[in-house]
């Protein structure tokens, strides 16, 4: 059975630092990785897809990359803002189509 | 394009009275699926479809029922709810068949059943 985890749960980082979330799965026959945010209350906001062929995508500030032989997915955030502060999920999409979540990694971003 | 719509946004029920959670995307996408989402759990995935007509259990199916009649719609059924229902309810879509491309999310919708 897939299972995802995501650590730490929480994270505070001073405005400005660069930082990296981490994601990691039990199982390597994904067809792909996601990485969401979340804010209070709200629903999820997609940042960035990685197919299982590649090793990294990169969007403004942000960069995934993937590892899936070793079950690891890292999320890089440069140069952090009070912005970024929100709960960031990791997913991936299994062989069979479904799609697991880790629990997710809050983050605040002190100003 | 409205993305992927839910309705109600915020929902009271009773123990053991019945609702449908709609859910609707303009996207023509053909993969949607549920999901819950509680407290210290994450999201789980409820029940998904791959295209219109075909429907799958997920890891939390129990007490749900869904059908997917069209491309465009697919609605979550509670028979009888209970309290440990109590959750916010998020709808997504993908385009093609079996997920593989990004997701798209509805707003949610937060379901308090007493």
């Known amino acids: 059975k897939q299972e995802v985890t995501q650590i730490p749960a929480a994270l505070s980082v001073p405005e400005g630092e660069n930082l990296v979330l981490n994601c990691s799965f039990t199982?390597?026959?994904?067809?792909?990785l996601q990485w969401f945010r979340q804010d209070p209350g709200k629903g999820l906001t997609s940042l960035l897809l990685?197919?299982?062929?590649?090793r990294e995508q990169t969007s403004g500030r942000l960069n995934a990359s993937l590892d899936k032989s070793s079950g690891r997915s890292t999320l890089y955030i440069a140069a952090s803002q009070p912005g970024d502060s929100a709960t960031y999920l990791c997913?991936?999409?299994?062989?069979?189509?479904?799609?697991?979540f880790g629990k997710g990694t809050r983050l605040h971003i002190l100003p | 394009n409205a993305g992927v719509t839910q309705t109600p946004k915020f929902q009271v029920l009773k123990t053991g009275q019945s609702m449908t959670l709609q859910c609707a995307q303009d996207?023509?996408?053909?993969?949607m699926s549920w999901y819950r989402q509680d407290p210290g759990m994450g999201l789980r995935l409820i029940h998904y479809?791959?295209?219109?007509?075909?429907?799958d259990q997920g890891e939390v199916p129990n007490g749900y029922n869904v059908s997917r009649s069209t491309t465009e719609d697919f609605p979550l059924r509670l028979l009888s709810a209970a309290p440990s229902q109590t959750s916010v309810y998020f709808c997504?879509?993908?385009?093609?068949?079996?997920?593989?491309?990004?997701?798209?999310f509805g707003p949610g919708t937060r379901l308090t059943v007493l």
């Open positions: 997504a879509s993908s385009s093609g068949r079996g997920g593989h491309n990004e997701q798209f």
């Open positions: 199982d390597s026959a994904i067809y792909n």
């Open positions: 990685i197919q299982s062929s590649q």
């Open positions: 997913a991936v999409v299994n062989r069979d189509d479904k799609i697991i």
């Open positions: 996207m023509n996408h053909e993969y």
């Open positions: 479809s791959v295209g219109a007509g075909i429907t």
